[in-house]
Nanobody, 123 residues
Framework: QVQLVESGGGLVQPGGSLRLSCAAS????????MGWYRQAPGKQRELVAT???????NYADSVKGRFTISRDVAKRTVYLQMTSLSPEDTAVYYC?????????????????WGQGTQVTVSS
């Protein structure tokens, strides 16, 4: 069974930094796009950043220049380095990955989500 496990959330002061990690485990054939989403209280889940298997990245306008997404293919892990954090960045951050597994009848690709990690920016 495929799992995504996030870590690295917490409480940080405005202007501070945090690094989130998300590791995939299970019987995986390949991992395609990986990304981070966030959901603040009372708001819809929104895209933060994505990275493809060839390391092409995409960012929400609100985090460009402050957040950096990266991945370690061998470790099946995606990272989100967050700097210059503000209270508006407070949210539950979710890892997402398009993962291909092998089944007797062929390959199957589906989206998987982590359980979420809380990031709170407050003085």
């Amino acid at each position: 069974q495929v799992q995504l496990v996030e870590s690295g959330g917490g409480l940080v002061q405005p202007g501070g930094s945090l690094r989130l990690s998300c590791a995939a485990s299970g019987t995986i054939f390949s991992i395609n796009v990986m990304g981070w989403y966030r959901q603040a209280p009372g708001k819809q889940r929104e895209l933060v950043a994505t990275i493809t298997s060839s390391s092409s990245t995409n960012y929400a306008d609100s985090v460009k220049g402050r957040f950096t997404i990266s991945r370690d293919v061998a470790k099946r892990t995606v990272y989100l380095q967050m700097t210059s954090l503000s209270p508006e960045d407070t949210a539950v951050y979710y890892c997402n990955a398009d993962i291909t597994i092998m089944q007797p009848w062929g390959r199957r690709t589906s989206a998987h989500w982590g359980q979420g990690t809380q990031v709170t920016v407050s003085s």
